[in-house]
């Protein structure tokens, strides 16, 4: 199926279009519509008429404001107030970033899952924990309200518990002083970490 010939082309079409003009100008239209009043007697004229003016200039001065409306809220005396200079602005905006950034510090914290294999099968694993948990501390690190006795092999059990870190503990230091108790520890190892 074939399109059907057309008798101007778009090209043509469009030069036609560019001699047209597609501005309107809309005027107002004003009617006056006397007022009828039923019965009452007829006042003066020029009462009426210099009355009638007024509120017509008043409205006709409302309307001269309103085109000094600005639709977007910009206030122009808000560009007479002194502008801070570049490096007022800078060490301000610094010492927000620090701000966030130091509130953001508090509250990131991290979940570390812990195993601690001990040396002999008659040791009590429970008062080792809770050696561990007494012992080992820091500011903003807290240990978990229990733990669990997991078989290795040959009825070695070791100790799975989790503790809770802030951003300025360290893992490798809880570490190190497990290890230091190195009658009772054999070794210890860090299975995971998910930051909360």
Do not use: H
């Not at 090209?11 to 006056?32: G, T, W, Y």
């Not at 600005?70 to 107030?81: C, I, L, P, R, S």
Request: charged share 30%; aromatic share 6%.
């Amino acid at each position: 199926m074939s399109l059907p010939a057309y008798d101007i082309s778009v090209d043509e079409l469009r030069v036609a279009l560019s001699f047209c003009n597609s501005e309107i100008v809309l005027k107002p239209i004003q009617i006056d519509v006397p007022s009828k009043k039923p019965d009452s007697a007829p006042s003066a004229p020029t009462k009426t008429s210099s009355t009638a003016v007024a509120p017509a200039a008043k409205k006709a001065a409302v309307d001269d404001n309103d085109d000094d409306f600005d639709v977007f809220g910009d206030d122009d005396d808000a560009d007479d107030e002194p502008k801070e200079s570049r490096a007022d602005m800078l060490a301000r905006l610094k010492s927000e970033a620090e701000a966030r950034a130091a509130s953001k510090e508090k509250k990131q914290r991290t979940l570390v899952s812990v195993e601690i294999k001990p040396w002999d099968v008659e040791q009590d694993l429970m008062a080792l924990w809770r050696k561990i948990t007494t012992e080992v501390t820091q500011d903003g690190l807290r240990w978990g309200e229990n733990c669990q006795l997991m078989d290795v092999a040959y009825g070695i059990k070791k100790i799975c518990t989790t503790f809770v870190m802030g951003a300025n503990n360290s893992a490798d230091e809880v570490e190190e002083k497990i290890l230091g108790m190195e009658d009772e520890v054999q070794s210890f190892e860090v299975i995971s970490m998910s930051v909360l």
